[in-house]
């Protein structure tokens, strides 16, 4: 053995890290059994039982001495050594990083630089010369300065833990920063003292494992006072299979060194060749190994189903799941994206979307990575609707066709049951109503599927539901506003084909009594030739052969008004004008502003009674004209004039009017940069107040301009009071 001069150290080797082994094989059972009482970081866990192996192989190094164990050794003490630092970076890593994803990926690059570093260790010390811990020279130093380092390390996060950690929290935690403590500062102790005399002292070296063991207590006595590990002791599974992909990998490493070395030793003049391709061959299978999804499958599994008390991290399972589905800009269909949100949950990859639609059937709508179903609908009644409506059940195909007592009522069709690799039926609720449901196939490893599984679908569902019916709601209102549009123009077109209609019908119908009056014949056909020109108009916009803004053209407002006025005088009461606008210029599309002005003062004289009054009153303000039309008529409500006037199909007319003239004229004002007013009271009368830039072609005015003389040459007098 390779201290056998020695009784006395052999024997202090055997005691203190036999004690050791076994105080911590024990702690290690103790918190294996009551792991899931209380959720106990997996990494802690592991951490101890390095330390009990650690231990053990240091025992029997010194009871048998055997080439295995001094080949073995190196690569546990850096192994234990890790896993500690592993520990307290899990621990870190929320106390110092709000940002919890960016803490992920920079503590998770930490530990794999961490990994990497002690495996490297390994393999430097294991190709040295010698055992450097043993060694007289103690050559090369870097073995030594390594390991007090990653001693320094530890002692270093504890301090940074301990400050971080909150007062309330440190009755509970301290006794763990206390243990941990013990173990790297006895570590920095030993190290530091061997590099500072280039030898390593036995004795010391030799207690570490009763000082080890000395730690448990208090390792102990934190895990009793912290039974639900507040601080984040519980590692987040993404990071545990990270982590534990590389320390597989390392693992695998030392193992493969370890062969390496026996076939270097007893493989005679060609061992140092078959040692190289040994581990070339070696190398190559891992980074296969490493790259294969199969196996990332099969360790999830394991890490979820071993060492977590829930089998998924459910805040990450959240966050991935919503950000698939609102992914934007990925060239993806979003049904099959909403597929894709609920498959990767499971580690499907793909399946069959199954919707609602107007009639009650349920219809395909989508597949993923699937072929198309010859069955493009499902009827409402049918066993698997009435079945996934009252029982909101996730199906497992395989346990149905396997045990089908458990699916009472359930009678699935054969389409369904022979459907490519066919695994789950997820129904999509909401608001306690089946809106559909996914048909999810078997992932390319095979997995059990249990009551988190199932709950975990089954909220998605809930989700994907609201999600489907969301897009189906903005499908439906796309449609709605390209109909609106089009009822829109056709209500404009039938308004202004009432329009025409109405000064055709008072040309017939004063036909019989004034058909010998000359006058009336000439009013007669400058009405038809008015109604034949509004006409060709409406059919020339309709074909798209002009533009309403080709018409955009300078005109006099005086004829504009004088026009308006001409028209209006087959009804009653009379409309006058009142005010100046001799010289003011628009600059508007001037059939369209006569047609505008005329349909305000028309429905003026419809509210108006005989005995009352119609007024158009002019005024000039600066840069803007001032139109106002004023009736004495029944008013409107102010309830009606704040939320339907100015909105299209509301009137209060009944049957008598479309309710698209006042909304027109607004938007027509608007659009030449002027701005329309309403004022009314029921049983007083309304005024209409438009207000329209003037096209500056002469000196501005100051003020506003009454003028009795131009008023009384169009047609009336009198004053803008209601």
């Given at each position: 053995?390779?201290?056998?001069?020695?009784?006395?150290?052999?024997?202090?080797?055997?005691?203190?890290?036999?004690?050791?082994?076994?105080?911590?094989?024990?702690?290690?059972?103790?918190?294996?059994?009551?792991?899931?009482?209380?959720?106990?970081?997996?990494?802690?866990?592991?951490?101890?039982?390095?330390?009990?192996?650690?231990?053990?192989?240091?025992?029997?190094?010194?009871?048998?001495?055997?080439?295995?164990?001094?080949?073995?050794?190196?690569?546990?003490?850096?192994?234990?050594?890790?896993?500690?630092?592993?520990?307290?970076?899990?621990?870190?890593?929320?106390?110092?990083?709000?940002?919890?994803?960016?803490?992920?990926?920079?503590?998770?690059?930490?530990?794999?630089?961490?990994?990497?570093?002690?495996?490297?260790?390994?393999?430097?010390?294991?190709?040295?010369?010698?055992?450097?811990?043993?060694?007289?020279?103690?050559?090369?130093?870097?073995?030594?300065?390594?390991?007090?380092?990653?001693?320094?390390?530890?002692?270093?996060?504890?301090?940074?833990?301990?400050?971080?950690?909150?007062t309330e929290h440190r009755w509970g935690i301290k006794f763990l920063y206390f243990g941990v403590g013990v173990l790297f500062s006895y570590d920095f102790f030993v190290y530091a003292d061997a590099l500072l005399f280039r030898r390593l002292d036995?004795?010391?070296?030799?207690?570490?494992?009763?000082?080890?063991?000395?730690?448990?207590?208090?390792?102990?006595?934190?895990?009793?006072?912290?039974?639900?590990?507040?601080?984040?002791?519980?590692?987040?599974?993404?990071?545990?299979?990270?982590?534990?992909?590389?320390?597989?990998?390392?693992?695998?490493?030392?193992?493969?060194?370890?062969?390496?070395?026996?076939?270097?030793?007893?493989?005679?003049?060609?061992?140092?060749?078959?040692?190289?391709?040994?581990?070339?061959?070696?190398?190559?299978?891992?980074?296969?190994?490493?790259?294969?999804?199969?196996?990332?499958?099969?360790?999830?599994?394991?890490?979820?189903?071993?060492?977590?008390?829930?089998?998924?991290?459910?805040?990450?399972?959240?966050?991935?799941?919503?950000?698939?589905?609102?992914?934007?800009?990925?060239?993806?269909?979003?049904?099959?994206?909403?597929?894709?949100?609920?498959?990767?949950?499971?580690?499907?990859?793909?399946?069959?979307?199954?919707?609602?639609?107007?009639?009650?059937?349920?219809?395909?709508?989508?597949?993923?990575?699937?072929?198309?179903?010859?069955?493009?609908?499902?009827?409402?009644?049918?066993?698997?609707?009435?079945?996934?409506?009252?029982?909101?059940?996730?199906?497992?195909?395989?346990?149905?066709?396997?045990?089908?007592?458990?699916?009472?009522?359930?009678?699935?069709?054969?389409?369904?049951?022979?459907?490519?690799?066919?695994?789950?039926?997820?129904?999509?609720?909401?608001?306690?109503?089946?809106?559909?449901?996914?048909?999810?196939?078997?992932?390319?490893?095979?997995?059990?599927?249990?009551?988190?599984?199932?709950?975990?679908?089954?909220?998605?569902?809930?989700?994907?539901?609201?999600?489907?019916?969301?897009?189906?709601?903005?499908?439906?209102?796309?449609?709605?506003?390209?109909?609106?549009?089009?009822?829109?123009?056709?209500?404009?077109?039938?308004?202004?084909?009432?329009?025409?209609?109405?000064?055709?019908?008072?040309?017939?119908?004063?036909?019989?009594?004034?058909?010998?009056?000359?006058?009336?014949?000439?009013?007669?056909?400058?009405?038809?030739?008015?109604?034949?020109?509004?006409?060709?108009?409406?059919?020339?916009?309709?074909?798209?052969?002009?533009?309403?803004?080709?018409?955009?053209?300078?005109?006099?407002?005086?004829?504009?008004?004088?026009?308006?006025?001409?028209?209006?005088?087959?009804?009653?009461?009379?409309?006058?004008?009142?005010?100046?606008?001799?010289?003011?210029?628009?600059?508007?599309?001037?059939?369209?502003?006569?047609?505008?002005?005329?349909?305000?003062?028309?429905?003026?004289?419809?509210?108006?009674?005989?005995?009352?009054?119609?007024?158009?009153?002019?005024?000039?303000?600066?840069?803007?004209?001032?139109?106002?039309?004023?009736?004495?008529?029944?008013?409107?409500?102010?309830?009606?004039?704040?939320?339907?006037?100015?909105?299209?199909?509301?009137?209060?007319?009944?049957?008598?009017?479309?309710?698209?003239?006042?909304?027109?004229?607004?938007?027509?004002?608007?659009?030449?940069?002027?701005?329309?007013?309403?004022?009314?009271?029921?049983?007083?009368?309304?005024?209409?107040?438009?207000?329209?830039?003037?096209?500056?072609?002469?000196?501005?005015?100051?003020?506003?301009?009454?003028?009795?003389?131009?008023?009384?040459?169009?047609?009336?007098?009198?004053?803008?009071?209601?």
């Open positions: 053995m390779l201290w056998s001069g020695d009784q006395y150290l052999y024997q202090l080797i055997n005691a203190s890290y036999g004690t050791c082994a076994f105080l911590y094989a024990t702690f290690s059972l103790v918190l294996l059994y009551k792991w899931r009482t209380w959720r106990i970081s997996g990494i802690f866990i592991a951490a101890t039982m390095a330390t009990s192996i650690w231990a053990l192989a240091i025992f029997f190094l010194a009871e048998y001495s055997n080439a295995i164990f001094v080949v073995l050794f190196p690569g546990l003490e850096i192994i234990r050594t890790i896993f500690w630092v592993l520990f307290l970076l899990g621990l870190l890593s929320p106390l110092i990083v709000r940002d919890v994803k960016l803490g992920e990926v920079w503590f998770g690059r930490l530990r794999a630089m961490l990994i990497i570093f002690g495996i490297c260790l390994y393999l430097f010390e294991f190709f040295s010369n010698g055992t450097p811990y043993f060694s007289k020279s103690l050559w090369p130093d870097v073995h030594i300065f390594a390991h007090l380092m990653l001693a320094l390390a530890g002692l270093g996060i504890i301090e940074q833990l301990f400050r971080n950690t909150k036995l004795q010391m070296w030799a207690s570490r494992g009763f000082v080890d063991s000395l730690a448990l207590p208090l390792l102990f006595m934190s895990v009793k006072r912290n039974s639900e590990w507040s601080i984040g002791l519980f590692v987040s599974q993404r990071m545990a299979l990270h982590t534990a992909s590389v320390l597989g990998a390392g693992l695998y490493l030392i193992i493969m060194a370890g062969v390496g070395y026996y076939i270097r030793s007893f493989g005679g003049t060609w061992g140092t060749a078959i040692q190289s391709v040994f581990i070339v061959s070696a190398l190559i299978l891992l980074i296969i190994l490493m790259f294969s999804g199969q196996l990332r499958a099969y360790a999830r599994v394991f890490l979820s189903k071993h060492f977590y008390h829930y089998k998924y991290d459910y805040r990450d399972e959240w966050l991935k799941f919503t950000e698939t589905l609102s992914a934007e800009g990925v060239g993806e269909p979003v049904r099959e994206r909403a597929i894709r949100a609920i498959a990767e949950l499971v580690d499907s990859s793909g399946g069959w979307l199954w919707q609602r639609d107007e009639s009650g059937m349920f219809v395909l709508s989508a597949t993923r990575n699937a072929r198309d179903s010859e069955q493009r609908s499902i009827a409402t009644d049918s066993s698997l609707c009435q079945f996934l409506s009252a029982r909101q059940w996730v199906i497992e195909i395989g346990e149905y066709l396997a045990e089908p007592d458990l699916y009472e009522g359930l009678d699935l069709p054969s389409w369904l049951t022979g459907l490519q690799r066919v695994w789950l039926i997820v129904p999509l609720m909401q608001i306690e109503q089946l809106q559909g449901f996914v048909i999810l196939t078997k992932p390319s490893i095979s997995r059990a599927i249990n009551w988190e599984d199932r709950d975990l679908l089954k909220t998605a569902g809930r989700q994907v539901a609201g999600f489907v019916a969301l897009l189906d709601a903005t499908e439906a209102l796309m449609n709605t506003k390209q109909f609106d549009a089009f009822n829109r123009l056709s209500a404009f077109i039938v308004h202004d084909l009432k329009n025409v209609a109405a000064q055709l019908s008072l040309v017939v119908k004063n036909a019989e009594k004034h058909r010998n009056n000359p006058a009336f014949v000439d009013d007669a056909f400058k009405t038809v030739e008015n109604a034949t020109g509004r006409m060709n108009r409406l059919l020339s916009q309709l074909s798209n052969k002009t533009n309403v803004s080709e018409n955009i053209r300078i005109f006099s407002l005086h004829g504009a008004i004088q026009e308006v006025v001409e028209i209006s005088r087959s009804r009653a009461p009379l409309p006058v004008v009142v005010g100046d606008c001799e010289g003011i210029e628009l600059r508007a599309n001037r059939d369209k502003f006569v047609a505008i002005i005329c349909h305000l003062v028309r429905n003026a004289q419809e509210a108006t009674p005989i005995t009352g009054s119609v007024k158009i009153c002019l005024g000039r303000e600066n840069r803007w004209i001032s139109i106002k039309i004023v009736d004495t008529g029944c008013g409107m409500d102010v309830d009606f004039i704040r939320a339907s006037l100015f909105k299209p199909f509301q009137t209060t007319k009944g049957n008598a009017g479309m309710g698209v003239g006042v909304y027109e004229s607004r938007a027509f004002v608007l659009g030449i940069g002027g701005d329309i007013k309403v004022d009314s009271a029921v049983g007083i009368g309304t005024t209409f107040a438009l207000r329209l830039p003037i096209v500056d072609t002469a000196a501005i005015a100051g003020g506003s301009v009454m003028d009795q003389a131009s008023a009384s040459s169009l047609g009336g007098a009198g004053n803008c009071a209601n």
